[in-house]
């Protein structure tokens, strides 16, 4: 029997929703700030309807739902799941506001993909946008990057048993530090503090590159947060072409790999144990995979003999795919290039690095490493049963941050989730084909969307049919928070209409 | 005889003259073809090594590397790197941006599909820059629309901060 929701889980539901919608606008004075140092009228006013809206909304909310409750596991997924789809509506208001979006569906697009981390994108003359709204699309794939709700939370909130649970639900499922408000807190540490580094050499770099330095620094500021947020938005609609600088793609290599690293490894870091990096599952898996699928699209580049210079396949097959492996989705060549002068061997490698993603508890999407890694040791350890005699005892470790033994339920786990993945990559590509697309573009955009990287092959533009747009927003919704909250959501709603 | 001598010599100049014309005027302007930025993503193999015209608004910074400059150049559907000698640049009085409309230009040069000397770039080597328009500075139009709503959700919020803060005071 499937039990009807109480009020109190609506109530519950609704005051943290609302306390996330006041983060979100809270947020908004950052670009609004901008506005008014660059003198940009019109978007000062766009980000302030933008603030009013989320305030008004978060007051009625935690007014009308207030309670001092703690949330249980139901709620928390909840209020993650309904979180990003209303920090998406209320996200899109100034980029809406801006005059630089088709429909109110585009902008939901651009903010989804945004918090998302994803990087697909359907602005309109993106090098006629201004400041205040270019640095909002970076800075909304910043705040995705860290976790929407945890970020909100984080900032006003000293941590409460709850907390732990929309942690989880953003699909962090593993905690840098014992107390989840101190984790958040530690990866907004290593992310200002990388913001500081990475903006300052890319900032120096674009100096060096002719750039204005103000037009350099703020470059780099928005190159930075997209590339270690593995999100892909750049301010200028060539993307990383714009530059026409290998340091700069040398240097957003660095930070992309950076941001596909685990937070709890970067801890590691931190504290000196450097040792971790060269044991660690992920760092192996990670390795071995870049290997396998540059070599594929080394392979099929070579064949192709587009690039007749190794140095010169090497600098643009490598920057996609490890572009497209670390989920980020930035481009040193067209969209239509890759349909028109990649052949499918080299997109079939992209694919795969752009499905296989980073590692856990870090900002990409994806598959990811530790389940890869744990599904191969499983497979090892099946192949070794088989091969030994049938009394011999298989023991399979490995080791993320300590040794562990690999357990039945561990492989099950990352089995289903890749099994969910699969399913969704699968799926968007189905509805592209359905709407005429071929069936290697439509894989391709599908997976990007789906693993939240962001490189396109140029079918994503404002001519797609509104419910292939849909297809990817919800893509990307789901593949972000890797499916249970999603789940939770669908059930809750089930209940609410066919429970007693 | 010595009329029809004259006859042929006038008719020889005159075909002379016909290819003279043809070879200085006609024959460059039919190597160079204009083209679209998305004939050249689309069509790249095609243009590849050619002599071509492109031309649309400049875009965001213009980047001196030594002696020469790259300059972005947006047709309207999608912007092309271009590479030409400094002095080239020092015509461009605009480019692109939120308060700007960027110089419109017509540049002549090579396209090439895999730039080898620039790491692979689809890009265009420019041998001669032309600017057709000049930018200037963009008005920014704002709906009172906009303005309205806007004060209207300010005077909100701001309400609702007095009255928050006013029954912290009294919850303290």
């Not at chain 1, 994108?121 to 699309?137: F, G, M």
């Not at chain 1, 900032?203 to 590339?227: E, S």
């Not at chain 1, 399979?396 to 040794?403: D, E, G, S, V």
């Not at chain 2, 303005?147 to 006013?166: E, Q, R």
Request: net charge positive; hydrophobic share 50%.
């Amino acid at each position: 029997m499937v039990l009807k929701p109480h009020l109190d889980d609506f109530k519950i539901i609704g005051y943290y929703l609302g306390k996330i919608t006041i983060g979100i606008g809270l947020f908004m004075l950052i670009p609004l700030v901008v506005a008014l140092g660059f003198k940009e009228i019109s978007p000062t006013f766009d980000f302030l309807i933008g603030i009013g809206v989320s305030f008004l909304l978060g007051f009625i909310l935690t007014k009308i739902c207030f309670t001092e409750k703690d949330l249980n596991w139901m709620q928390g997924m909840i209020v993650v799941s309904l979180s990003w789809l209303v920090a998406t509506i209320i996200g899109a208001i100034p980029l809406y506001l801006s005059g630089h979006f088709k429909s109110y569906l585009d902008a939901c697009f651009d903010a989804m993909s945004g918090f998302a981390t994803t990087g697909l994108t359907l602005v309109q003359d993106l090098d006629h946008l201004s400041y205040a709204h270019n640095l909002w699309r970076h800075l909304i794939m910043f705040i995705g990057g860290q976790g929407i709700v945890i970020v909100a939370l984080s900032l006003f909130v000293k941590g409460f048993s709850g907390a732990f649970r929309m942690y989880v639900g953003e699909a962090r499922d593993e905690r840098v530090l014992p107390n989840v408000i101190h984790t958040s807190r530690f990866i907004w540490l290593v992310s200002i503090v990388f913001l500081v580094l990475g903006t300052l050499a890319l900032g120096i770099t674009g100096i060096l590159n002719g750039m204005k330095p103000h037009n350099a620094f703020f470059h780099g500021a928005c190159i930075f947060m997209t590339a270690f947020d593995t999100g892909g938005f750049a301010p200028q609609s060539q993307n990383i072409l714009y530059y026409h600088s290998m340091y700069i793609e040398i240097i957003t290599v660095v930070i992309m790999i950076l941001g596909a690293i685990n937070f709890k490894l970067h801890y590691h870091l931190w504290t000196g144990n450097f040792k971790e990096l060269l044991r660690n599952i992920e760092m192996r898996t990670f390795f071995v995979t870049i290997i396998i699928t540059f070599i594929i699209t080394a392979i099929g580049l070579y064949r192709l003999g587009i690039y007749q210079d190794a140095l010169i396949l090497f600098r643009k097959g490598f920057y996609q795919l490890i572009s497209g492996h670390t989920g980020t989705g930035f481009q040193t060549i067209y969209a239509k290039q890759f349909i028109n002068d990649w052949n499918q061997l080299s997109l079939t490698g992209v694919i795969f690095a752009m499905a296989l993603g980073g590692a856990v508890c870090s900002t990409t999407g994806a598959i990811k490493m530790l389940r890869i890694g744990i599904i191969m040791k499983a497979l090892k350890e099946d192949i070794r049963r088989i091969m030994l005699p049938e009394k011999a005892i298989i023991v399979q470790r490995f080791h993320h941050i300590k040794n562990t033994f690999l357990e039945d339920k561990q492989v099950r786990a990352a089995l289903l989730i890749t099994l969910c993945y699969l399913v969704l990559y699968s799926g968007g590509a189905l509805v592209g084909m359905f709407f005429g697309y071929p069936f290697v573009n439509s894989l391709f955009e599908s997976t990007s969307a789906a693993a939240n990287v962001g490189l396109s092959c140029g079918i994503t533009d404002i001519s797609m049919p509104a419910l292939l747009k849909v297809t990817y927003i919800i893509q990307m919704w789901v593949g972000r928070l890797e499916f249970m909250s999603i789940f939770t959501l669908l059930g809750f709603i089930v209940a609410a209409v066919k429970g007693k | 005889m010595s009329h029809v001598s004259r006859n042929t010599l006038h008719v020889k100049i005159f075909v002379k003259l016909i290819l003279i014309i043809i070879t200085c005027y006609i024959l460059p302007v039919t190597c160079y073809s204009q083209v679209s930025s998305s004939d050249l993503i689309n069509n790249a193999k095609q243009y590849d090594g050619k002599e071509i015209i492109y031309s649309g608004e400049i875009i965001g910074d213009v980047m001196v590397r030594g002696k020469f400059a790259w300059i972005n150049v947006n047709d309207g559907k999608s912007a092309i790197g271009i590479w030409l000698a400094k002095d080239l640049v020092k015509e461009i009085s605009y480019t692109g941006s939120y308060k700007t409309k960027g110089d419109i230009i017509e540049a002549q040069g090579i396209f090439n599909r895999v730039c080898a000397m620039h790491g692979g770039d689809l890009d265009i080597h420019a041998s001669s820059l032309q600017v057709i328009q000049k930018g200037e500075k963009v008005e920014e139009i704002i709906s009172p629309r906009k303005i309205k709503v806007a004060i209207a959700f300010l005077i909100i919020c701001l309400t609702l901060t007095v009255i928050y803060f006013i029954r912290l005071g009294y919850g303290s």
